[in-house]
Antibody
Framework: QVQLVQSGAEVKKPGASVKVSCKAS????????MHWVRQAPGQGLEWMGI????????SYAQNFQGRVTVTRDTSTSTVYMELSSLRSEDTAVYYC????????????WGQGTLVTVSS | EIVLTQSPGTLSLSPGERATLSCRAS???????LAWYQQKPGQAPRLLMY???SRATGIPDRFSGSGSGADFTLTISRLEPEDFAVYYC??????????FGQGTKLEIK
């Protein structure tokens, strides 16, 4: 079955970078787009970006342009989201998510990774 | 960029009642590329509906979606205790960004 397993919680200082991983199993990574979505404490869902099945194309929300990079490693079936120049407002749970086989909505989600930015 | 606005922000209803949640887009969402999600505290979102009105796997038929163009509705015909949660609409139109609405909290009255 499809599983997305993310890396553990992180605590970072302002100005630092964080790299969150999302290990996919139960399917071939190069067959689907992967999305990244974040959720600040008590807030709604915020779409961050996407990487294409081939890994050659990415697109990011304007709010994160220049600070976020999504990459993937097909040898380990892992997608990475790196966010730089962290500030306190980046404290959030970060999710990777994939569409369903027949359902184009985001059917499969990772468990989420809490990133805390604090001095 | 398509911006989604959900209303109301909070909806207070009792079990057994009917819930109607609205999602309005800043421009037409082509090809009905709109989904709804349910999220409970401490959990990842769960896909409820896709392509406006198609139920995801395992979603009970008391959930239904409707709408077209820029106006969409999620209806829960008879609320069960487990339906009280936050609901988000999401557009995955032809090109990114694939924004979410800000959410509607469905709470027990």
């Amino acid at each position: 079955q499809v599983q997305l397993v993310q890396s553990g919680a992180e605590v970072k200082k302002p100005g630092a970078s964080v790299k969150v991983s999302c290990k996919a199993s139960g399917y071939t990574l190069s067959n689907y787009f992967m999305h990244w979505v974040r959720q600040a404490p008590g807030q709604g869902l915020e779409w961050m970006g996407i990487i294409s099945p081939s890994g050659t194309s990415t697109s990011y929300a304007q709010n994160f342009q220049g600070r976020v990079t999504v990459t993937r490693d097909t040898s380990t079936s892992t997608v990475y989201m790196e966010l730089s120049s962290l500030r306190s407002e980046d404290t959030a749970v970060y999710y990777c998510a994939r569409r369903g086989v027949t359902a184009p909505g985001l059917e499969y989600w990772g468990q989420g990774t809490l990133v805390t930015v604090s001095s | 960029e398509i911006v989604l606005t959900q209303s109301p922000g909070t909806l207070s209803l009792s079990p057994g009642e009917r819930a109607t949640l609205s999602c309005r887009a800043s421009q037409s969402v082509s090809s009905s590329h709109l989904a709804w999600y349910q999220q409970k505290p401490g959990q990842a979102p769960r896909l409820l509906m896709y392509e406006v009105s198609s139920r995801a796997t395992g979603i009970p038929d008391r959930f239904s979606g409707s709408g077209s163009g820029a106006d969409f509705t999620l209806t829960i015909s008879r609320l069960e205790p487990e339906d009280f949660a936050v609901y988000y609409c999401h557009q995955y139109d032809s090109s990114p960004p694939y924004n979410f609405g800000q959410g509607t909290k469905l709470e027990i009255k």
